[in-house]
């Protein structure tokens, strides 16, 4: 029998299912391992504790935040092999998701109360850059896993030697960010204007600042 082509309402229903595994359940993503499974877990002081837990509730803010910017990019992207594209991003960074899911629980601590707000948020930037076509889309995208990878980067450095649990997972997540900014790229994605660059740090530091300590 022929595949069954999928209709707006088709692929508005799979948003909507995508948007409460995100905040509310258990995400589908790519079926790898966790790397902080290979670790064996370290003492850490109290400060040091309640600081990774912070970076990690931080991290899975963002990851929150990336997956509904991919959901609604993939809702209105223009071309076919771009919504593929976007659909196998969203699947690792859905690994990223709950590996930093379980690192805060392992932790002791919660995700921040307002995903469903970085969601909404996102989601709705990420359908809107969708519409102003392919290229910038994909340069939104591209533009995005740089910030995140500088952003990777920052936490590396102030998260504890000892907590190599966190780390690994913050490592692997660069690698495959770095990678998601090649496929941008190399799809043609435009190059955004600096002011469009300026904003979105602007708002990345929003979503950080706050997600630290909710």
Not at 90 to 97: C, R, T
Not at 103 to 127: C, D, M, Q
Not at 160 to 176: G, N, P, Y
Request: glycine share 8%; net charge negative; hydrophobic share 35%.
């Amino acid at each position: 029998m022929p595949e069954r082509q999928l209709t707006a309402i088709d692929r508005l229903i799979g948003h909507f299912d995508s948007a409460l595994r995100t905040v509310f359940g258990t995400p589908i993503g790519s079926g790898r391992d966790n790397p902080a499974d290979s670790e064996e877990p370290h003492a850490l002081s109290a400060m040091e504790k309640a600081e990774s837990l912070c970076l990690m509730r931080v991290n899975h803010a963002g990851e929150v935040c990336a997956q509904a910017l991919y959901q609604g990019q993939a809702l209105t992207a223009q071309r076919g092999d771009t919504r593929e594209q976007m659909r196998q991003a969203a699947a690792e960074e859905n690994d990223h998701l709950a590996w930093c899911k379980q690192r805060v629980k392992e932790l002791g601590g919660h995700t921040s109360l307002l995903n469903p707000f970085w969601y909404g948020g996102s989601f709705v930037i990420g359908a809107v850059t969708g519409l102003t076509g392919d290229k910038w889309s994909l340069g939104f995208l591209a533009e995005t896993e740089r910030q995140v990878v500088n952003h990777l980067d920052g936490h590396l450095d102030r998260l504890s030697a000892d907590d190599t649990r966190s780390r690994v997972i913050l490592e692997q997540m660069k690698v495959d960010e770095a990678r998601h900014r090649s496929m941008a790229t190399n799809a043609g994605g435009s190059e955004l204007p600096e002011p469009v660059k300026r904003l979105m740090t602007l708002m990345s530091r929003l979503m950080t600042t706050t997600a630290y300590r909710i």
